[in-house]
């Protein structure tokens, strides 16, 4: 197989070649027919996440070392199985739920193996899709898709569950409720795209790129809003939902776009919830919290029922097709350089 691979934090990713993996007990191994690009693989790529004054999350303290193969929105053809497994076999084609735990803690009994202190993610702790070929722990993390895409269906399993995952984590139950999605880059494009399934209310949508403006305008949205002025787009958001949005997600996770989403809840009993990794540090006077009763929680993927329910949703035809841009996977160097520039709206994808 053919892996494109880090080699050094931060250079070009490079080719190399090693023996295609041989199955052993629940184990799959997977012929890549997409790979997805995440902006968190961006920060894997760097080699840390931004915390802000000076402080970094090192990749290296997680446990992962060089080379290494990014990827963790993959769909494939199943070409090999370990001689455990029964639920598949050569030629079924499925996509690898990819936050795969360690299968024996307590949050993995409960089905919340995104939690697991020990993971085996793919693609951030294992070898992951930007490859020919790719192994799966085992085959209950796959999950078919028939009649689907498969350059959208891919998306899935990072794009899909995270944006199912901040939507449900909203609590928006009624029609008078309004949400703020802040940012509609591929996650929150898929957001909006699946909101009408998952909650209720009125949707505005906060983006400085005009491009991706009308994309959000195309999908649905109730209310576009500029916000490369905060403040007149706070005033804006406050007079589309009459006083405030009840709820925001921040799909971009920067001090200023934080803010700004704070700044847009109504006066009490607000909710922000924040999925981006953009990085640094958000500064918040401490009795607002109590004072405007806010609720601020983050959201980090989904559940391996998320993606089969985001699944559901694509087959049922309430959850749009994602816009993807497919890019041979030799050219995954100059994809990467696109979405770090933000010249991509919705999902790059990576193909044969």
Not at 61 to 80: D, K, N, S, W
Request: net charge neutral; charged share 25%; with cysteine.
């Amino acid at each position: 197989m053919r892996s494109w691979q880090i080699i050094r934090w931060g250079e070009p990713l490079e080719p190399r070649d090693y023996p295609d993996p041989v199955p052993e007990g629940r184990q799959v191994v997977l012929r890549v027919l997409a790979s997805g690009i995440c902006h968190s693989d961006l920060h894997i790529w760097q080699g840390y996440f931004d915390l802000g004054g000076g402080e970094r999350l090192d990749i290296t303290t997680r446990g992962i070392q060089l080379p290494f193969t990014l990827g963790h929105e993959v769909l494939g053809e199943v070409v090999a199985v370990g001689p455990d497994v029964h639920e598949v076999r050569p030629g079924d084609r499925r996509i690898v739920y990819p936050w795969i735990g360690c299968g024996g803690c307590p949050d993995c009994a409960r089905g919340d193996e995104l939690l697991c202190p020990r993971p085996r993610v793919v693609g951030t702790w294992r070898d992951g899709g930007y490859s020919t070929h790719v192994l799966v722990p085992d085959a209950r993390y796959l999950v078919p898709y028939d009649g689907l895409d498969p350059a959208v269906a891919c998306t899935y399993a990072c794009s899909g569950v995270t944006a199912l995952s901040a939507l449900k984590k909203t609590g928006l139950r009624r029609d008078d409720q309004t949400l703020l999605l802040v940012g509609c880059g591929g996650v929150g494009l898929q957001a909006l795209q699946m909101a009408r399934a998952v909650v209720r209310g009125r949707i505005a949508v906060a983006e400085p790129d005009a491009k991706k403006r009308e994309a959000a305008r195309a999908a649905g949205a109730d209310a576009v809003i500029d916000n490369s002025d905060p403040k007149a787009a706070v005033q804006a958001v406050k007079d589309f939902s009459g006083g405030g949005a009840d709820a925001a997600i921040d799909f971009v996770g920067r001090p200023e776009t934080a803010r700004f989403a704070l700044d847009s809840l109504r006066p009490k009993g607000g909710t922000l919830v924040v999925v981006g990794l953009y990085g640094d540090r958000l500064v918040y006077p401490l009795p607002l919290f109590p004072l405007r009763v806010l609720t601020v929680r983050g959201s980090y993927v989904g559940t391996l029922d998320d993606l089969r329910d985001v699944v559901r949703f694509a087959r049922e035809g309430r959850l749009p097709p994602l816009p993807v841009t497919r890019v041979p996977l030799e050219k995954v160097n100059e994809a990467m350089a696109d979405l770090a520039a933000g010249r991509i709206t919705g999902r790059i994808v990576l193909v044969p």
